[in-house]
């Protein structure tokens, strides 16, 4: 829905402006300058502070040659996405969980490398001290289901990894 200043905007959930235009309307503003160039962070900063930034920011990653990123607000798809570089998998990462207000931040990592799932996960640990970090069994998860229709195997296989329960990882400094 579009509006104008002036207009009345009690009914709407939030509404996105300017800051120059942001005290012309009523409710809950939301200003473009505070939101991310990145749209997925965009998609995640919109839908936080719809649930008032209550629900849980869960990433599910299937390290491997290609490592498979999926993110999920709730229950809403953030980002699905595919990394040849677990340095730019980590940056992606790190931004998702620090620049999106959530009640919980959860990662959930694949375990079919073990060694890359460990570097990335203490990696991103050290980055992320508040956010907790599960291994997860991925056998099965390169079937692909209308759940994840339109993605690549990697992220579809870090979709599933994302929504399934695995062991707490502790990071210990050496």
Known sequence: ??????DDSDECELVLTTRRE??????S?????????????????ILSR?????????????PGLRMGLAAFYGDERLAFRTFNSR????A????????IDSAKSLVRIGNGNPFLADWIAAKLSLRLPKTTFEMVDEA????????????????????K???????TFHYSYR
């Open 1 to 6: 829905m579009s509006m104008l200043p002036g």
């Open 29 to 45: 503003v939301m200003m473009v300058e505070e939101l991310d160039e990145d749209p997925d962070v965009v998609r995640g900063q």
């Open 92 to 99: 992606s990462v790190v931004k998702l969980v620090s620049q």
């Open 22 to 27: 942001s005290s012309l309307f009523h409710g």
């Open 87 to 90: 340095d730019r998998l980590c």
């Open 50 to 62: 719809l649930a008032g930034g209550k629900a849980t920011l869960l990433v599910g990653i299937d």
């Open 140 to 159: 099965g998860t390169s079937s692909r289901t209308t759940k994840t229709k339109g993605a690549q195997g990697d992220q579809s296989a870090a979709a």
């Open 161 to 167: 990894i994302a929504f399934r329960k695995g062991l």
